[in-house]
């Protein structure tokens, strides 16, 4: 049974940063919509991401009259509201990508992202509800992705926190989006002095990456 889009809605509201969106959302929006691909692809992410599950190619989302409705009107769209079949078919005649739906992630006014579907050939058409489903699932995801890049992100010293102050202080303004360069000058700091201190934080934390660091503070938050 397709999951309810409150289960979808429940899950969003519990999504911790946009590196989480992959893997809270992939099965549930999947099995709702009855889809064989689908993906969001987040246009001007903080870390940068490409969340890209079972890639749609971009004849399908972008340089044709469907990605130009969504981006005009912020609304979502399938091939069907704008096209003929026939027409569709000449547009792209892959049999995976036989109907595609395509919806806005908004933020600040401004398009962010796209969320996208398809479905093989053999499949229904996308219809009215599938739309509705899909427009009400994009004010969650660009209600959440705003809320995400607006809230500082602070963290603590604790028993189970490895970081020295100056470690946390470093940490929140790289969760704030601040490259090297700009935590450097916000702090004071050389860039150099900012590259060697990631490197001791990323080795007391066990991780590799920036947005990995994050998000294990976070969880240290959590458990607090």
Same mark, same amino acid.
């Given at each position: 049974? !397709? ?5 979808? =809605? ?22 709702? =919509? ?48 704008? /096209?003929? !079949? ?15 739906? #395509? ?20 499949? !229904? ?15 969650? @995801?660009?209600?959440?992705?705003? #809320? ?6 602070? =963290? ?5 926190? !490895? ?9 929140? @303004? ?23 201190? /990631?490197?001791?934080? =990323? ?13 294990? /503070? ?7």
């Amino acid at each position: 049974m !397709p999951n309810s889009l409150h289960d979808i =809605f429940h899950a969003i509201a519990n999504i911790r940063n946009e590196e989480e969106i992959q893997t809270t959302l992939m099965d549930k929006i999947g099995e709702h =919509f009855g889809v064989q691909r689908w993906g969001i692809y987040l246009i001007d992410s903080q870390p940068k991401t490409n969340i890209d599950i079972q890639s749609i190619p971009a004849v399908c989302l972008e340089s044709n009259p469907i990605g130009q409705y969504v981006v005009e009107r912020h609304s979502p769209a399938h091939e069907q509201l704008i /096209l003929t !079949p026939e027409d569709w078919k000449n547009l792209c005649p892959r049999h995976d990508h036989e109907h595609v739906m #395509t919806g806005p992630i908004v933020c600040d006014g401004r398009l962010i992202g796209t969320l996208n579907f398809a479905r093989d050939r053999g499949n !229904p058409p996308f219809t009215a509800s599938d739309l509705a489903d899909l427009s009400a699932l994009c004010i969650h @995801l660009s209600a959440k992705i705003a #809320t995400l890049r607006t809230t500082p992100k602070t =963290f603590s010293s604790s028993s189970t926190n !490895p970081l020295t102050p100056r470690e946390l202080q470093i940490a929140e @303004l790289v969760a704030q989006g601040l490259t090297n360069a700009e935590i450097a000058q916000r702090l004071w700091i050389t860039q150099n002095s900012v590259k060697q201190a /990631l490197k001791r934080m =990323f080795r007391k934390l066990g991780v590799s990456a920036r947005a990995e660091m994050v998000a294990r /503070l976070q969880d240290w938050l959590i458990q607090r």
